[in-house]
């Protein structure tokens, strides 16, 4: 019989193992442990960055302009915006569409002329701009994809898959090291083939689309609105879950179990 792995025993190994997104993220299995528990995820923050400038402008009252849509390529890989940020803002620029591109504290390129249905910035907070958001566009990050199914928010994702690809154009690329190692070890290839399960989502599979491929991509998205009713149906799962209230609850149960078969230990006003 095969041993488990490392990454398996931190499934199996917890008294309880709370697992931040809903079900319909995950493919139905009969090997589940019982003891895993889907709490949806954590939203709010007490982010309290400045929003740009042109934030309710382009972004509140725009809506005339077209649907929006936001862009970002996560943080260690967004380094190099022309993977993702650069080939989407290109889409858009002959689309009927706005789009916000959140660089993750990189800057535009000195000498890219910015389309004038785009508008960038270095970091907003995703609970603002979410708020008005149609479309997320992004690298298949494990949060952003939470945050934006719980927002009913449908996903064009470019993330990393396995075939090998990488190591291949490594020479051409130019890619430091650490963006590298982060590819090489990061879980893209697994979440993005998990949010287009969903229906929710189109997955790009590479993290290097063309600007054609966005393209195609947005006007799809735009055009079916099954994908938006397939988020709709995502965000309220998430609206059923209390993450927090989910995991303060089962510390206090553990807490109790534990110290309640005689163990020594203090439990006062909740806290062990």
């Not at 923050?45 to 302009?65: A, C, I, M, Q």
């Not at 054609?212 to 998430?238: C, D, F, N, P, W």
Request: hydrophobic share 40%; charged share 20%; with cysteine.
């Amino acid at each position: 019989m095969r041993g488990k792995s490392p990454l398996d025993n931190l499934c199996w190994l917890p008294d309880a193992y709370m697992q931040l997104c809903v079900p319909q993220l995950e493919p139905s299995r009969s090997d589940l442990r019982p003891k895993l528990q889907f709490v949806g995820t954590f939203l709010g923050s007490n982010d309290t960055s400045p929003l740009p400038e042109w934030f309710r402008s382009f972004v509140v009252d725009g809506k005339t302009y077209g649907p929006l849509l936001m862009v970002t390529s996560g943080t260690i890989p967004g380094m190099d915006v022309s993977e993702l940020i650069i080939p989407t803002s290109e889409a858009c620029r002959d689309l009927p569409v706005r789009l916000v591109v959140c660089a993750v504290h990189a800057s535009k390129p000195e000498n890219y002329v910015l389309p004038d249905n785009v508008r960038w910035a270095e970091w907003i907070s995703f609970d603002e701009l979410f708020k008005y958001t149609d479309i997320a566009i992004t690298n298949g990050g494990y949060g952003g994809i939470d945050q934006a199914f719980a927002n009913g928010i449908p996903m064009v994702l470019a993330g990393c898959v396995y075939e090998g690809h990488i190591l291949y154009s490594l020479p051409q690329r130019s890619l430091t090291l650490l963006p590298l190692l982060c590819r090489l070890t990061e879980d893209k290839a697994e979440t993005t083939a998990r949010a287009e399960m969903t229906g929710a989502a189109i997955n790009l599979r590479t993290h290097t689309p063309t600007t054609e491929q966005v393209r195609e991509a947005i006007k799809k998205m735009v055009g079916e609105s099954k994908y938006k009713q397939r988020a709709l149906v995502l965000k309220q799962a998430y609206a059923e879950c209390d993450a927090v209230g989910s995991i303060v609850k089962e510390i206090h149960k553990q807490a109790e179990s534990f110290y309640g078969n005689g163990r020594t230990g203090v439990i006062a006003n909740g806290h062990a």
